[in-house]
């Protein structure tokens, strides 16, 4: 009796094997990658034994820890499988589930609606991190978005003041004693400063980004905040969103960023003209 080989096999296969490669690409640069290619050996040779050679003891064994390996996948990719959801969730690729969740949350950004930045408020952040980038003061700003950020808030000290970019550059002020830390923006309030964010364990990191850029970097791969780092040594503004980092952003882009009107930061023209427009 022949081996039947149709249609369906093939895009198994082939579903298999995107889903492997996803895999990777999103474990690539980090120390979790080496794990996934120790599995992935285990379980080529677990069907070897059990399904080509058909080795009855050893197979039995390896049955055994493949029974469990749901278990042991969950406790060791806890983080990777947080932030797969999230990037799959928030993914311009899907645009069918982009368009049921604009429809039911009536909004086309991140936000939950009442907690959505006020014009006026995305520009006072826009202009302190415009003016904040001319004079080189570092800042680590974490704007809420969905993902309630309490637990951060509380590393910090609370300030629950309303949004103004004065206040904003006295706080990373290099001499203010609250300029260590990220500032936290809920509810369309400053809810906290110097706060404590996780650090990223990206090896693919650029070594010239700093602490800052990497705790940003480290909230964004647990929760679907946006944070803005500005770099003390260049003066250079980062955004950093879904485990993500786009460097050197100019302020325009920032702004229509932080307004819903940009479709892609990947195809951002590094060209600015916020800056010339508000002088």
Same mark, same amino acid.
């Given at each position: 009796?022949?081996?039947?080989?149709?249609?369906?096999?093939?895009?198994?296969?082939?579903?298999?094997?995107?889903?492997?490669?996803?895999?990777?690409?999103?474990?690539?640069?980090?120390?979790?990658?080496?794990?996934?290619?120790?599995?992935?050996?285990?379980?080529?040779?677990?069907?070897l034994?059990?399904?080509?050679?058909?080795m009855?003891?050893?197979?039995?064994?390896?049955?055994?820890?493949?029974?469990?390996?749901?278990?042991?996948?969950?406790?060791?990719?806890?983080?990777?499988?947080?932030?797969?959801?999230?990037?799959?969730?928030?993914?311009?690729?899907?645009?069918?589930?982009n368009?049921?969740?604009?429809?039911?949350?009536?909004? !086309?950004?991140?936000? %939950?609606?009442?907690?959505? @930045? #006020? /014009?006026?408020?995305?520009?006072?952040?826009?202009?302190?991190?415009?003016?904040?980038a001319?004079?080189?003061?570092?800042?680590?700003?974490v704007?809420?978005?969905?993902?309630?950020?309490?637990?951060?808030?509380?590393?910090?000290?609370?300030?629950?003041?309303?949004?103004?970019?004065?206040?904003?550059?006295?706080?990373?002020?290099?001499?203010?004693?609250?300029?260590?830390?990220?500032?936290?923006i809920?509810?369309?309030?400053?809810a906290?400063?110097?706060?404590?964010?996780?650090?990223?364990?990206n090896?693919?990191?650029?070594?010239?980004? !700093?602490?800052?850029? %990497?705790?940003?970097?480290? @909230? #964004? /791969?647990?929760?679907?905040?946006?944070v803005?780092v500005?770099?003390?040594?260049?003066?250079?503004?980062?955004?950093?969103?879904?485990?993500?980092?786009?460097?050197?952003?100019?302020?325009?882009?920032?702004?229509?960023?932080?307004?819903?009107?940009?479709?892609?930061?990947?195809?951002?023209s590094?060209a600015?003209?916020?800056?010339?427009?508000?002088?």
């Amino acid at each position: 009796m022949g081996i039947e080989f149709g249609i369906k096999d093939i895009i198994d296969i082939v579903l298999v094997a995107f889903l492997m490669y996803q895999t990777y690409i999103l474990l690539k640069g980090t120390n979790a990658v080496n794990i996934f290619i120790g599995i992935l050996l285990f379980v080529i040779g677990w069907f070897l034994v059990s399904f080509v050679f058909r080795m009855q003891l050893l197979g039995a064994i390896m049955d055994k820890v493949m029974s469990v390996g749901a278990i042991v996948l969950i406790v060791i990719f806890k983080d990777e499988i947080r932030r797969f959801f999230s990037v799959l969730g928030s993914s311009r690729r899907f645009r069918i589930l982009n368009w049921m969740q604009k429809k039911l949350f009536r909004t !086309g950004s991140g936000f %939950r609606n009442e907690d959505e @930045l #006020t /014009e006026n408020n995305i520009h006072q952040i826009v202009w302190a991190c415009r003016d904040m980038a001319r004079h080189k003061c570092g800042a680590l700003i974490v704007i809420e978005m969905r993902a309630i950020l309490k637990s951060y808030i509380r590393t910090g000290e609370r300030i629950n003041a309303n949004i103004s970019s004065r206040l904003i550059e006295n706080i990373f002020f290099k001499n203010s004693p609250l300029h260590d830390g990220a500032m936290i923006i809920s509810r369309n309030r400053i809810a906290a400063a110097s706060c404590i964010l996780p650090m990223s364990q990206n090896l693919s990191i650029p070594k010239e980004l !700093g602490m800052r850029h %990497r705790a940003g970097l480290g @909230l #964004t /791969e647990k929760t679907d905040a946006l944070v803005i780092v500005v770099s003390e040594e260049t003066g250079a503004i980062s955004i950093m969103k879904n485990g993500n980092v786009y460097h050197d952003i100019q302020p325009d882009v920032l702004l229509k960023e932080l307004s819903g009107k940009l479709d892609s930061l990947d195809v951002v023209s590094p060209a600015s003209s916020f800056a010339k427009e508000q002088g």
